[in-house]
């Protein structure tokens, strides 16, 4: 390969060692890339070694994308396995009626995790629970009056026609629900 004819030694051999002062300050694989350049007596030369050092990165970057990608799928079923694990000390307590149990590992508590919000249809949900401006669903809002009127339900007197007169007073929500609040389990290690 020819040197282009706008090259001044000078000016190359300036280039040449603002290249090889930037690979000193480097941490990573600098001494590496100064043994190299140090051979190399043009810019050009100097300027293919940090072209080769790019396209090696370039490898690098695409190998662990694919790493990351196997990794986070990894991570995913770690994760599913965590849940999953969980879910089966939480039933297995529940059955054997059992708050707390101690272990060498941990100690176990079971307690009951209140109602939560399911929007069942959302376009049904009354307008008085949507926020001004962006259509929003105050959840907040939704969530604490289907537990207001599950509590009066709850409470609700034995006597067949007060219970439809009261019943009758406290009309479902449309488009939303409560979960049944099933139990939580919390594991504290010592």
Do not use: C, H
């Not at 090259?7 to 930037?22: G, H, S």
């Not at 089966?88 to 059955?95: S, T």
């Not at 590992?105 to 009951?112: D, F, M, N």
């Not at 207001?148 to 939303?176: F, M, N, T, V, W």
């Amino acid at each position: 390969m020819s040197k282009p004819a706008f090259l001044d030694p000078t000016k190359e051999a300036k280039a040449v060692a603002a290249i090889r002062e930037a690979f000193q300050i480097d941490e990573t694989d600098g001494e590496l890339v100064i043994g190299v350049i140090e051979g190399e007596t043009s810019f050009l030369e100097a300027v293919d070694v940090v072209l080769d050092r790019i396209a090696d990165a370039e490898v690098m970057v695409e190998g662990l994308d694919v790493v990351l990608d196997r990794l986070g799928a990894r991570k995913t079923r770690y994760e599913q396995r965590i849940k999953n694990d969980r879910a089966l000390i939480e039933q297995a307590m529940a059955i054997a009626e059992l708050d707390k149990l101690e272990r060498p590992a941990a100690t176990l508590s079971l307690s009951a995790r209140a109602p939560s919000l399911l929007i069942t249809e959302e376009s049904d949900v009354p307008a008085k629970y949507w926020k001004p401006g962006k259509p929003t669903l105050d959840k907040k809002a939704l969530t604490a009056d289907l537990r207001d009127r599950a509590k009066a339900l709850d409470s609700l007197p034995d006597g067949e026609a007060q219970r439809a007169a009261l019943i009758a007073s406290l009309p479902e929500i449309p488009g939303a629900t409560l979960s049944n609040g099933a139990p939580s389990l919390t594991i504290r290690r010592a």
